[in-house]
């Protein structure tokens, strides 16, 4: 990679880090909350799926006017008010100011993702495209072995609002790199009279069999995947009697777990093809979901393996799947098709965070009930997931160029 390739990727990757801190925050934070609302699982499961449905929303609705403008443009508009909307759960009162500014800022985050993705798919060639992938996403497991540790700690020692006052903050100076680093990107733009009309935006999608395939398979795999995760937490707190003081060991070790283990599998995928190493951790991601859905009381060090194994298997899933999905559509579409991916995509976790809520159930004890069978229906999802990933093919198309020595940003 050329040194502005790197650097591009090093600020969408910090746009995912602060981006993903203040939407993975929020799952650990689940016993502290449910404890200083008084609330359940399903009202918990409510404000994780607010910030989804939202942001699935508010993606779908991008999807008809984002490819009308420069990718750096949109970023810019969109981080500004997810900054802002991070900043107001900073200063939330109570419980319904708290899903207020989640949704808030869950309108501006539902584009941002969509964007970055587009950026690269952009940038970088099918052949390069997993790699480039699997840099963006390490900012998953920095969030992981960072950003969640170090906002667990401020909650304890001050209180839940302080871990989105720090990433909000955060924002501000990640909102300035962009605004320096980030370039035009406006290679997708056509003139006015060649613009489709949104009702064509969509249609196109619904008429490409191989688009609806790859929109088909985010949602399978966002249903096994996030009707997990929200709840991994309080049900290890509640039922495996794990200290919730040590929640933050469980991101730490599997972050960095996957610091090394996401750009190894990003390189695989580029050698081996996108879609065998799918398959190979769609299969593997099956055991922790089981192990994890179903553990009794059990020492830290099992603990800790098995959720391990959870965060590599699953973001060794995810890597291939960024890089099929972005490839099944022209770079004057990604733009749009991105949007509507991302919003399929939070849409889907917010069905699948709020219908494992309605499944889960809370004794009198305070333990979870049926967490078991939401894990069985997760990995239902996961092995359908397949099936349909087989069926998504690349589309050609060149890449755009990141001058190695032009400057970088070219409207400001």
Known sequence: MTRQEKLLLFVLACINFTHIVDFMIMMPLGPQLMRHFGIGPQAFGFIVSSYSLSAGISGFLAAFVVDRFPRNQVVMMAYAGFVIGTLACGIAPNYQMLIAARVLAGTFGGILGAQVLSIVGDVFAYERRAQAMSIVMTAFSAASVVGVPLGLYIATEFSWHAPFLAVGFLGIGVWFLIWRFVPRLDSHLVSKHQRPNPITVLTTIVRNPNQLRALWLTTTIMLGHFSIIPYISPYLVSNVGYSESDIYLI????????????????????????????????????????????????????????????????NGRLVPTQAMTTSVVLPQNRGGFMAINS?????????????????????????????????????????????????????????????ETAPPILVK
């Open 251 to 314: 991101y730490l070790v599997g972050g960095a777990l996957t610091i090394f283990s996401a750009p190894l599998v990003g390189k695989l995928a580029d050698l081996k093809g996108k879609f065998s190493i799918f398959v190979v951790f769609a299969m593997l991601s099956l055991i922790p979901i089981y192990l994890i859905t179903h553990m009794t009381p059990s020492p830290l060090v099992y603990v800790l393996f098995v959720s391990g194994m959870f965060f590599i298997f699953s």
């Open 343 to 403: 919003s399929v995509q939070l849409l889907s976790q917010a069905l699948a965070t709020y219908g494992a809520g309605v499944i889960i159930g809370k004794t009198a004890i305070g333990e979870l009930t049926n967490y078991g069978t939401v894990g069985f229906l997760a990995m239902a999802a996961i092995f359908g997931s397949i099936f349909i990933a087989r069926l998504v093919k690349p589309v050609d198309a060149a890449p755009v160029a990141v001058s």
